[in-house]
C-alpha cells in the first residue's frame, strides 16, 4: 500500500463528511499497512468544536489499539492539521504525518506553525506534505464553491462567520 492509496481512503472520508454538511477534511490512522481508524470532520452533525477528522480518527485508533500511545502509527489527513491536531499527533505519539494541500491560514504542521517538528517538545512527527494535494484541494474548494452558488456565506458553520479581530 501506498501513501496515495491511503490519501484516496482519506478522501472517501472528507466525501462523507461533506455530505453531512462538514467542511470535507478527512483522515486515517494506519499501522504496519492495516487501516485502525478513519473519520471526518462531524463539527457540525456533533456541535463540537473539537470534532476534526484528526482527533476523532485518532480516539478511533486508540480505541482499538487499547492504548493512547500510537507509536509506529501514521496518520492521511486531506488538509495540513491545525494547531490543535498537530498537537494531538505529538501527544498520541503518531510517527508520521502525511497530508495533502498546506494551509496557509490554520496549518500547523509547516505553514504557520511547525508543532510536530518543534524541537521544544518530547515527541517527534515526520511530516510528508503534498500527498494528492490537488485531489483534495478541488473536494475543499467545490464544497465551498456550491456554498457560494447556493448562497450560503459558508465560513466557518451554518450560524455565522467568523468574527473580524479588531
Request: glycine share 10%.
Amino acid at each position: 500500500m501506498t501513501d496515495e492509496t491511503f490519501m484516496a481512503l482519506a478522501l472517501e472520508e472528507a466525501r462523507r463528511a461533506a455530505t453531512n454538511g462538514d467542511i470535507p477534511i478527512g483522515a486515517v490512522v494506519v499501522r504496519d499497512g492495516e487501516v485502525l481508524a478513519a473519520a471526518g470532520n462531524e463539527r457540525e452533525v456533533r456541535g463540537d468544536p473539537t470534532a476534526h477528522a484528526e482527533i476523532l480518527a485518532l480516539r478511533a485508533a486508540a480505541e482499538v489499539a487499547a492504548t493512547w500511545r500510537l507509536d509506529g502509527c501514521s496518520l492521511y489527513v486531506t488538509l495540513e492539521p491545525c494547531p490543535m491536531c498537530a498537537g494531538a499527533l505529538v501527544l498520541a505519539r503518531v510517527a508520521r504525518l502525511v497530508y495533502g494541500p498546506q494551509d496557509p491560514k490554520a496549518g500547523a504542521a509547516l505553514s504557520l506553525y511547525n508543532i510536530p517538528a518543534d524541537p521544544r517538545l518530547n515527541h517527534y512527527v515526520e511530516v510528508t506534505p503534498g500527498v494528492l494535494a490537488e485531489e483534495c484541494a478541488e473536494v475543499l474548494t467545490g464544497f465551498f464553491r456550491s456554498r457560494r452558488n447556493r448562497g450560503d456565506s459558508y465560513t466557518d458553520g451554518p450560524r455565522g462567520g467568523v468574527p473580524k479581530r479588531p
